[in-house]
């Protein structure tokens, strides 16, 4: 599809004063079919043609048709509209090759070469459980990261733990009120998490609970032994159950720093500030005055000394570019906190660093619950680890009922509940609030992951009965001589449907990167799983001999490349049996 976008736009460029850029972001699909792959619309020439856009369709329509052409055969005008018909046999020639034998992404999508991303995804908070809550933040920028990473990218991503503030004052205040060493060895994670909830009960009846939390939060900042010591301690145990839940997620990170981390850049960060004059005190609290701009004013420091989180965000930006020198700068974190986020790269651009228009925002919406908005503070949380546990559960017991001999059952039922939960929430546009039902997170059936991966599976089924009959297509160094052996032939619709749909791939691709929106590729595995099933039910493989038999075997094999790589890019396993 980039290629006959490309030679639409050269000849269209050609033809008009419009350059091909122009006429390529102008290109749409139409809307049947039986109008052809791509359209024009040629409402944009009528000030300078003086001309009617549907005079100046069929004008076009009947130069173009004069013009030499590869990708595509025929070009008609429809009202104000041209429209272009893909080459089926063309495409099918320079295409299946390229995804069977070469990396099509890297020949035809490389925009990120020497570009380096980093994305902030994930960022649980350390003494508190991982909750469903965090599952779209850690998904959703993984599934961004393996694209821009597709795409030629350098990237970078960090796991931004909340592991300072003044929660930290709160939970050091419970433990030394209310703790037992014995639970925290135990359990720590749920421990330390029933305490915090304790706290904010408690200090709802007794208010001197809160000078106790800052006093312990100060003790800490100060790095006093005995604060340090049992803050390190819930650091600990915290990762090593967020690693665990990752792990069952199959999600890893370059690196993990945490709030804390940037502690030791705080005072040259405030003091960059400072010289730019664009702090003042207010009420003995250190300020950024941004109203101005048509924004809240922020607190960079209290006036008892203590820093806060918009402090430590401007310290980690400002070393995440002199560390990796980011081309793009991710921020993948729920819209409520949009005002934080715009508040920060206003900071960074009074500073005067350019870099902060390379900085952006990537919100998304809540998970809602029937039973409300979930609270840490009133310990209303769903675990992560029990949403996955039972998507396996659920997973194995359809295993069990319909394919009760495959092997590694345990293996297979993993890669289906987990693919099911990421598949759930990708499918969704990520700005949209997504109502967290068991019932949709859980069926396999329709629009799914598990519909995806059973096409896969059933494609590689196909190629291991062709190898056992001995009538696989070998790729080879001389793949290419072999294709121009025999005649690739795609007689019927649900051919050209599935070729159109793979031809996709890339556009899909640096769509999904322009718009940071993963979901554009989770819809499209869809439509490949969708267009294959007509092919499947219309189209015999291994009954049909010659060109024919190798046409289809390598049209479902360019298809099984895909819908592996598709999975992939999303963290999604494609099994090969189900």
């Known amino acids: 599809m980039l290629r006959l976008k490309d030679e639409i736009s050269y000849l269209l460029s050609t033809l008009t004063d419009l350059d091909q850029l122009q006429i390529k972001e102008l290109l749409e699909e139409p809307p049947e079919k039986s109008m052809g792959n791509l359209s024009f619309p040629c409402f944009v020439l009528a000030k300078t043609e003086k001309k009617p856009p549907p ?32 080459n089926y046999y063309a495409v099918g020639k320079e295409l299946i090759p390229e995804l069977l034998e070469n990396d099509l992404l890297a020949k035809w ?21 991982f909750g469903i809550g965090h599952l779209r933040s850690t ?12 795409l030629g990218y350098n990237c970078i991503g960090i796991n931004h733990l909340g592991d300072w503030g003044t929660q930290f004052g709160k939970l050091l205040a419970a433990y030394r009120l209310w703790g037992d060493e014995e639970k925290l060895k135990k359990d720590p994670v749920n421990y330390a998490y029933e305490l915090y909830v304790k706290y904010h009960e408690e200090a709802e009846l007794d208010d001197s609970l809160e000078d106790t939390a800052r006093e312990w939060f100060r003790q800490l900042e100060e790095g006093e032994k005995e604060a340090t010591d049992l803050w390190k301690t819930f650091c600990d145990f915290s990762l090593e159950e967020f690693k665990e839940v990752y792990a069952m ?22 003091s960059l500030i400072k010289a730019k004059g664009i702090t003042k005190v207010s009420e003995g609290a ?20 203590t820093n806060l989180y918009i402090t430590r965000d401007l310290a980690a930006a400002i070393y995440r570019y002199q560390t990796f020198n980011f081309t793009y700068m991710l921020y993948v974190v729920g819209s409520e906190q949009s005002l934080h986020f715009q508040q920060l790269f206003k900071i960074l651009e009074l500073m005067g660093f350019e870099w902060a228009q390379q900085c952006y925002h990537i919100p998304f919406g809540l998970i809602r619950f029937k039973e409300g908005r979930m609270s840490t503070r009133e310990g209303n949380i769903i675990l992560l680890r029990e949403v996955i546990e039972k998507a396996k559960k659920f997973a194995y017991q359809i295993i069990e009922d319909k394919n009760p001999e495959l092997a590694n059952k345990e293996k297979a039922a993993h890669a289906v509940g987990v693919g099911a939960i990421k598949f759930g929430d990708l499918c969704n546009d990520r700005v949209k609030d997504i109502d967290f039902e068991w019932e949709k997170v859980l069926d396999f059936s329709g629009d799914t992951a598990p519909y995806i991966q059973y096409s896969h599976a059933r ?29 690739f032939q795609l007689e019927r619709e649900e051919e050209k449907d599935l070729l159109r749909a793979l031809s996709m791939l890339p556009d899909i691709l640096l769509q ?39 046409s289809r075997i390598l049209l479902i094999q360019a298809t099984q490349e895909v819908l592996a790589k598709g999975l992939k890019l999303l963290g999604i396993e494609a099994l090969e049996e189900m």
């Open 55 to 86: 005079q100046i369709a069929a004008d076009l329509a009947q130069k173009l048709s004069e013009q030499k052409r590869t990708y595509w055969t025929k070009v008609e005008n429809k009202g104000p509209y041209i429209n272009f018909f893909m």
């Open 109 to 129: 999508c490389n925009v990120g070469n020497g570009k380096t991303v980093v994305i902030d995804y994930s960022a649980p908070n350390i003494a508190k459980p």
């Open 139 to 150: 998904i959703i920028g993984n599934a961004l990261y393996l694209i821009y990473q597709a």
């Open 249 to 270: 997620l199959g999600i890893d990170f370059d690196y993990f720093l945490g709030e804390s981390f940037y502690n030791p850049h705080l005072e040259e960060t405030i």
């Open 286 to 305: 250190l300020i950024v005055d941004l109203e101005p701009y048509e924004l809240p004013s922020i607190v960079l420091r209290k006036k008892d000394g």
């Open 459 to 487: 494609i590689c089924s196909i190629l291991r009965k062709a190898k056992s009959e001995q009538k696989e297509v070998t790729i080879n160094s001389n793949f290419y001589e072999a294709m121009e052996g025999f005649s």
């Open 512 to 550: 999904g990167a322009a718009t940071n929106k993963p979901s554009y590729l989770a819809r499209y595995l869809v439509e490949v799983a969708r267009e294959f099933s007509r092919f499947y039910h219309n189209c015999p493989v291994l009954s049909v001999e010659g060109d024919k038999f190798q």
